[in-house]
């Protein structure tokens, strides 16, 4: 469950924005290497309080996290992103919001997992190295008015496999330093050169006795135009060690980024239908793409077959009909199939067959996939 205790596309956003600022901060006076952290007392307690919540999510029906990123220059709010993450035993979905002055802008992306398929919005399958001639391909299978891509878990990823309810609500343990790991660009935290982190400490939180603070700063080394710089993690949880919210803080010079994310179990949850109202089939969307493709690499034959049917027909003063075509196609010593009227091509297109077909037609040459 290491991503979902953050929003990390919504803090990354902001993150990035740092690259161009001039400012500097100053480093907290920080000890230990990041092995030497994850062995750490403090971080040990807290480790523990993770494994905690995630047994008590196992055993629950329904959950919301969610979490708020904001970003703000000189004290004006330049970035404002909201993700909800909701999940059962059986479904779970992701939306996140974006705002400017109060006002919501746009839903930037999202996912659900329902009756075991993961679901993902269209304008983002579309992007996907493995799609070819995405548009055309939703126009042929009468899908243009489609929303999601439905996928199985292979096809879409382990990018998704956080948001799967199994992870959700599966017993996997949470990780606090998930945000950190995405924004140093590391898989591996050990590997940051001149990360460090000071020691975990523990005090009941000031409005609730009850409840425990965990606090600690992690310092990013400086890279490219981004000077060293503190990231402050406040975590809180309940007397029965069950994770309530981190909040996640940093400022180089005059920006400030804030991060705080909310898990809240519930026992009744509603989640939304419309992944699955408009969806196409991910392996027909891209099996249609490389027919397509297919059908493409056929173009210059079909028209050379129609020029030289229109040559054969002018030189017999004849109408031009099948036979000047079947005559074509032997005359360039092209592979093809007898149809009426005319012939057909046929290749294949990373083992999607794709066909084209050349028929004569009131004297002329018509070609169209077949």
């Known amino acids: 469950m290491s991503r979902i205790i953050k929003s990390a596309v919504a803090i990354g956003a902001a993150f990035a924005l740092l690259a161009n600022s001039a400012g500097v901060a100053q480093a907290a006076g920080t000890s230990m290497t990041f092995n030497e952290f994850l062995s750490s007392p403090g971080y040990q307690v807290l480790s523990a309080e993770g494994a905690s919540t995630a047994s008590f999510l196992a055993n629950q029906v329904g959950v919301r996290i969610t979490s708020v990123a904001t970003a703000t220059m000189a004290g004006t709010e330049i970035s404002h992103i909201e993700t909800e993450l909701l999940s059962t035993n059986s479904a779970s979905s992701v939306t996140l919001k974006s705002f400017e002055n109060g006002v919501q802008v746009g839903d930037a992306w999202g996912s659900a997992y329902a009756n075991g398929y993961v679901f993902t919005p269209i304008e983002s399958a579309l992007l996907r190295p493995t799609l070819k001639n995405g548009a055309a391909a939703l126009a042929r299978l009468k899908k243009a008015s489609a929303k999601t891509a439905r996928m199985t878990q292979a096809e879409a990823g382990s990018e998704f496999v956080a948001y799967s309810p199994s992870e959700i609500l599966g017993g996997s343990n949470l990780d606090p330093l998930s945000w950190l790991n995405d924004n140093t660009s590391g898989s591996d935290l050990s590997a940051v050169s001149g990360l460090s982190f000071s020691e975990v400490t523990a005090s009941p939180d000031a409005n609730d006795s009850t409840i425990t603070d965990y606090s600690f ?144 037609v009131k004297g002329k040459a018509v070609t169209a996939t077949c």
Request: aromatic share 4%; proline share 2%.
């Open 217 to 360: 700063t992690a310092t990013i080394p400086a890279s490219g135009l981004l000077p060293i710089t503190d990231v402050d993690f406040v975590i809180r949880y309940s007397q029965a060690h069950v994770f309530l919210d981190e909040s996640i803080s940093m400022t180089v010079g005059t920006i400030a980024i804030a991060d705080t994310t909310t898990l809240e179990a519930v026992s009744q949850l509603a989640l939304p239908t419309t992944w699955q109202d408009n969806s196409v089939d991910w392996a027909s969307l891209v099996s249609m793409g490389k027919r397509i493709s297919a059908e493409k690499a056929l173009a210059g034959k079909a028209k050379a077959i129609a020029a030289k049917a229109a040559t054969l027909a002018k030189a017999a003063k004849k109408t031009l009909v099948g036979a000047h075509l079947t005559a074509a196609a032997k005359a360039l010593k092209y592979a093809v199939t007898a149809v009426k009227n005319g012939v057909k091509l046929t290749t294949k297109y990373q083992g999607q067959t794709g066909s084209v077909c050349v028929t004569a």
